[in-house]
């Protein structure tokens, strides 16, 4: 924990030009547009046959690897599957501090209890655990800031959350897994500041909600329509 400063808090503004300070990856696919390209140019096909190790970290963990790490102003934040978060030097590799969350036994994935990343705003980082719970840690010391149990989203009943939280202005949007267990997908947004959900989408409608009708008697209720992929944010729709 001792020696980690942070230079600036990361705002959104930052995040929707991203593409203005390549040496960071301040969302899991680079920017809020989700292009995952990368301006940084010193490695070229000239040259990329010198690369050489520089440093290696080795997770405790035995489960699949799927995280993109975030890069923020020298410090790079990752996720070992399947929820503990490691901060460590980018530079050298040295570990500032760790994390380490405890899912419910009951969580059940269908392809691997992994996490694909993290989210951050401000000088908090955001992850989605496999056992339905999006959590709020402070990314100085790593302590947590707020554990919050998204409504319905059981994990005994096959929910859980394996993409990287995308954040859009001052919200956290995630989406749960668990089509395969007969779940009804959805997306929701939560107060990055207060762990307050804010809306939820649900993408198999129930009564009273457009397109209903398409599904016959209760097959709603287990239409499926996960959303385990980080989605992506256009500035020039202004949501709000």
Known sequence: M???????????????????EPRNWLTYSGGAMGQRYSLLNEVTPVNVRNLELKWMYQVQSLE?????????????????????VIA???????????????PSTLARLCCGRV??????????????TIDGHLIALDAKSGGLVWNLA????????????TMA????????????VGG?????GFLAAVDAKTGKEAWRFNTIPGP??????????????????PLWVTGSYDPDLNLT
Do not use: C
């Open 115 to 128: 996490n694909r990343g993290l989210a951050i705003l401000g000088h908090t980082l955001f992850m989605g």
């Open 88 to 102: 460590l030097d980018a530079a050298t590799g040295r570990v500032y501090w760790t994390y380490s969350y405890a």
């Open 165 to 176: 939280p995308l954040v859009i202005k001052d919200k956290v949007v995630i989406g749960s």
């Open 150 to 161: 998204i409504g319905s989203a059981r994990a005994d009943a096959g929910y859980g959350f």
């Open 208 to 225: 009273g909600e457009k397109g209903n009708n398409t599904w016959a008697g209760d097959s709603w209720k287990s239409g499926g329509g």
């Open 2 to 20: 001792a020696g980690l400063t942070l230079r600036a808090q990361v705002v959104f503004d930052r995040i929707l030009h991203a593409n203005e």
């Open 180 to 184: 395969e267990f007969g779940v009804r």
């Open 64 to 84: 699949k690897f799927e995280a993109t790490p975030l890069v923020v102003d020298g410090v790079m934040y990752t996720v070992a599957a399947p929820n503990d």
